[in-house]
C-alpha cells in the first residue's frame, strides 16, 4: 500500500514538472524579430549596409543585362549598309540597338575612311567607356564585403568589453550572465558575415557578367575591322 502511495506521489511529481519545464520553455521563446533586435546598436549600420547592397546587385543587374545584350544581327545589318556604301543607314541601325556593343560598333562607323588602327583603336576605347559605365558603383559591394564583417566583429567586442565589464562592477560570473550576454552580441558577427557574404557574391557575379560582355565585344571588333578590310 505504501509503495503505490509513493509511485504514484512520483508520478504527479513528474507530471507537475514536465508542465514547469514546458511553461518555463514557452516563456523563453521569442520571435525571430526580438532575437535580431538582441544584437544592439552595430546592427543599425549593417541593416543599412544590406539595403543597399540589395540595391545595388538589382540596379547593376538590370543596367548590365540592357546593355550587354549582343545583337546576331547586327553586324550582318551593318555589313549590307557598309557593302552598299550607306553609312547614314548603317550608323543608324548601331544606334537603334540602344545596347553597348551598338554604341561601340557606332564609333567604328564614325572612322570609317581612317587607317585600320585607328578605327580599332577608337572602338576599344568606346568598349571601355562602356565597361566603365557596367562597373560603377560595383566597388561599393567589395568595400561592404569588407566593411559588415568587420562592424560586426566590433560590435561584439563591444559587447563582451561591457559583459566583463559588469562583471567587474557586480562580481556576478555565473554562467547564465555571461552566456546570455555573449549569444546576444554575436548577433552583430553573424549579421554582419551574412551581409558580407551576399556583398562578395554580388560583386563576383556581376563583375563575371562584365567579363563576358568584355570578350564578346572584342570579337565583334574584330569581326568589324574584318568588313572594313574586305570593302
Known sequence: MFSFIQLQADTLTNAASGVV???IAANNEISVLEFIFKGGFFLIPIAILLFYTFYLIIERYLYISKFSKIDARLLGDVRDSLNSGNLDMARS???R?????????REGILAVGRPIAEIESNMDR??????????????????IAGIAPTLGFVGT?????????SI??????SIGNISGGLYE????????LIVGIIAYSGYHLLNG????FALKIQKQVLEFVNIIQKK
Not at 568606346?126 to 559591394?141: R, S
Not at 567587474?168 to 560570473?173: A, F, G, K, L, Y
Not at 552580441?185 to 554582419?192: E, F, Q, R, T, W
Open 93 to 95: 541601325i548601331a544606334e
Open 185 to 192: 552580441k554575436m548577433i552583430s558577427s553573424g549579421a554582419g
Open 97 to 105: 540597338s540602344d545596347s553597348a556593343s551598338g554604341n561601340v560598333i
Open 21 to 23: 519545464v514546458e511553461n
Open 157 to 165: 567586442i563591444s559587447g563582451v568589453i561591457k559583459i566583463f565589464y
Open 168 to 173: 567587474s562592477v557586480t562580481e556576478n560570473i
Open 209 to 212: 557578367r562584365i567579363d563576358n
Open 126 to 143: 568606346a568598349a571601355d567607356i562602356e565597361i566603365a559605365q557596367m562597373e560603377t558603383h560595383l566597388g561599393h559591394l567589395g568595400l
